[in-house]
């Protein structure tokens, strides 16, 4: 495990100080959300020399969530400490030909011996097909969603005649 530099103080600009009172009294246009607030109180109560334990206590967050705040500023400035880094895509488990073969069998009949296609059906018929190595229900179930695709659903609903 890589043993992390502790954050040691912090020191604002003043025109980042006034800004972030600014921000903070309201005054400025802009509604803020929990977490930028939280952001600006843990800015200035790190400016006004308070530990990042004591902090973290005092704005209701977490001493890592503190010193990420103060790294980002002391590193990449104010508009930076004040917003989410960006958050990777997770990688797209099935591409457009395995999604294409997926659709192309739940359109067609289901397996022998069953009245209909399930989620769960699909997810086994497109390892045993070798579609792919493995797949999750879920990932079926939301790859037929964006098809428009409901296989699991019935269509015709059928009632008792009324007497």
């Known amino acids: 495990m890589k043993p992390t530099a502790r954050f040691t103080g ?24 929990a977490r930028q607030w939280r952001r600006i109180r843990t800015l200035l109560l790190l400016d006004e020399g308070m530990s990042v334990r004591a902090t973290a206590i005092a704005v209701g967050g977490y001493p890592r969530e503190v010193s990420r705040v103060a790294k980002r500023y002391a590193e990449r400035g104010l508009d930076a400490a004040l917003s989410d880094d960006p958050r990777p895509y997770p990688e797209r488990k099935l591409d457009s030909a395995q999604e294409a073969a997926i659709v ?60």
Do not use: F, Y
């Open 104 to 163: 192309a069998m739940v359109c067609g009949p289901p397996p022998e011996g069953h009245a209909r296609w399930t989620v769960r059906l699909i997810a086994e018929q497109v390892v045993k097909r070798g579609v792919v190595d493995e797949i999750g229900r879920e990932t079926v179930r939301v790859t037929l969603a964006s098809h428009g695709l409901k296989p699991w659903r019935e269509k015709n609903v059928v009632r008792p005649r009324r007497r």
């Open 10 to 33: 912090l020191e604002l600009s003043e025109a980042d100080r006034e800004l972030l009172r600014a921000r903070g009294r309201g005054s400025h246009r802009e509604r803020l959300t």
